[in-house]
């Protein structure tokens, strides 16, 4: 049994035992586990509810885990709830005579999973063994596909982006969230005057999150680069329509981008993006021209004909997928991605917007290690050192570090 965790609102986690896990066999599962108490009605008792078998569930998640388990007939190995963010999960292992493959498909497609993932293990990933790894005392960094996916823990055995800043150009951000508080350097709202919104924004906290997540603060998760700074634009707004995404115009975005060159941000994050613009298209190349890193979400269609993608010299970033990326884009993780979410909370979010704060995180990584990099050579870098995970090519951080340094220094 693991003691729990106030700091992360993990609870007692029962395994059978550490050596039953298989990563190459095993699944993660996580279902909706809502605390609150069962409303009784007239003539009703709680009589009949016997303590649910699954520490830290409530009525609903065990009912649909008994479910789930007479549906697909797996055998559980281990389970632990998330209260931060309202999940149960277990770890599993697939019926005799059914692949983990088809398994996942299975449980991805049913209603009453919220996440089914593989049980990912650091040896698999990396060139050196998974004791070699940076172990983090941040509870939730076994959810965190990104960072997993990408071997990020062993890349930070030589860099974590120190004396590196970047740029996110966004929505506002939770300044006061635990997990950024020390990383954000300076905040700029392009807006309008509104603290009070700046802090609600959720998309802006979001990519932060991604970055530079403080590591070993006993809080939530861990970002690709933890030791970089950032400095926050707030060029985007949500619209006071319910479910509207946010919105960015000509006039916020350049603003914001002169802003940033007059600063020595080395990395400018750019999860948005609209049709050309003249104005914009001109700042963006003096950007680059002196020599900064911009990095940049392409939309779901793949489209490239607009700011800030269609811009030469700005990397370009997709989720990762099946089919293969357009010539000289990279592929990063964004789908069910665990990030910062105002109110210092933590939740899954998915979309080109969480794959591109990937890269950034990983440009500071190298930057760090050789600050003479320019955006052609991170690139490049990052292609050719990316690697098959879960079946699809993407970027590996501590591919893109382990070749760095065995570059020669002359030739960096």
Known sequence: MVTPDNHAGLGRMAVASASAMDSQRDIILAVAN???????????????????????????????????????????????????????????????????????????GDRR?????????????????????HHYNDPYV????????????????????????????????????PDLRGRIHD????????????????HGTEVAGIIAADGDNH??????????????YKACWYPQVPNAGARCNSFTLAKALATIIDTDARII??????????????????????????????PPEGNVDGFPDNTPGVILVR???????????????GDDILTTQPGGGYDFTSGPSMAAPHVSGMAALLLSIAPGLDARAIRDLLLRS???????????AASAVTELRDTPKATR
Not at 38 to 45: F, M, R
Not at 223 to 228: D, K, L, N, R, V
């Open 34 to 108: 809502p605390l609150e108490p069962p409303p009784i009605h007239a003539g009703s008792s709680l009589l009949g509810y016997a303590p649910s078998r699954y520490y830290g569930a409530g009525q609903h998640a065990a009912s649909t885990l008994a479910a789930l388990k007479k549906s697909y007939a797996f055998s559980e190995v281990a389970g632990w709830p998330i209260k931060t963010l309202d999940l149960y999960c277990i770890v599993l292992q697939p019926p005799p005579g059914t692949s983990r493959d088809s398994l996942l498909k299975a449980l991805a």
């Open 269 to 298: 994050n750019l999860s948005l993006g609209g049709p050309a613009d003249p104005l914009l298209n001109l700042l963006l190349v003096q950007i680059l021209e002196q020599g900064r890193i911009v990095v940049a979400a392409i």
């Open 219 to 232: 809080q939530g998760i861990v970002g690709i680069a933890p030791e970089a700074t950032l400095s926050v």
């Open 113 to 133: 999973v919220q996440l089914a993932q593989p049980l990912h293990d650091y040896a698999v990933y990396g060139k050196r063994s998974a004791e070699a790894a």
């Open 142 to 177: 076994r959810l965190q596909r990104g960072f997993l996916e990408t071997d990020t823990a062993l890349a930070h055995d030589f860099s974590q982006g120190s004396g590196i800043r970047i740029a996110v150009v966004d929505t506002g951000v939770d300044l006061t969230h």
């Open 386 to 396: 990316s690697k098959v995970s879960d079946g699809v090519l993407q970027v590996n």
């Open 187 to 202: 905040a700029h709202n392009l807006v309008d005057d509104d603290a009070a919104a700046f802090d609600r924004d959720s």
């Open 319 to 333: 989720v990762s997928g099946m089919s293969a990326a357009p010539p000289g884009v990279l592929s990063a993780p």
